[in-house]
């Protein structure tokens, strides 16, 4: 037996799981517990978020595939101007929706310090 050999592949396993944790922590923005704490404050994470472009194709490096609706979200940021669509399910979209669903949506000029250079809310029927 090559104790050298077994210890060498030991080290380089236990390498290979350390660079594998990292990476994961990595694309997790900063680790499940950072995550979790933004989480408990009622914040979103990038994972969370999908940017897609004119052609409903995905260009965040979120791996969620583009609703079936994405083509007529893009086509209400072109109508109104927009720089996003926010599609959410939340309750306080649900609510939004409703209110303003005489208007037939809710344009958002700013949500806390982010300048979004005018989302479209769009109203559900």
Not at 11 to 30: E, Y
Not at 79 to 104: M, Y
Request: glycine share 8%.
């Amino acid at each position: 037996m090559d104790l050298d050999f077994n210890k060498n592949e030991d080290q380089l396993k236990q390498l290979c799981f350390q660079l594998q944790s990292k990476v994961k922590k990595t694309r997790l923005g900063g680790g499940e517990k950072k995550i979790k704490e933004q989480h408990d404050k009622g914040k979103l994470t990038a994972e969370q978020i999908l940017l897609i472009n004119a052609q409903s194709m995905v260009v965040s490096c979120n791996p969620s595939k583009p609703s079936a609706e994405s083509p007529l979200h893009v086509r209400l940021a072109s109508e109104f101007g927009a720089g996003a669509v926010l599609h959410t399910h939340s309750v306080w979209s649900t609510t939004l929706s409703d209110l303003h669903s005489d208007r037939g949506g809710l344009a958002i000029e700013r949500i806390g310090a982010c300048d979004l250079r005018r989302v479209y809310a769009p109203c559900r029927d």
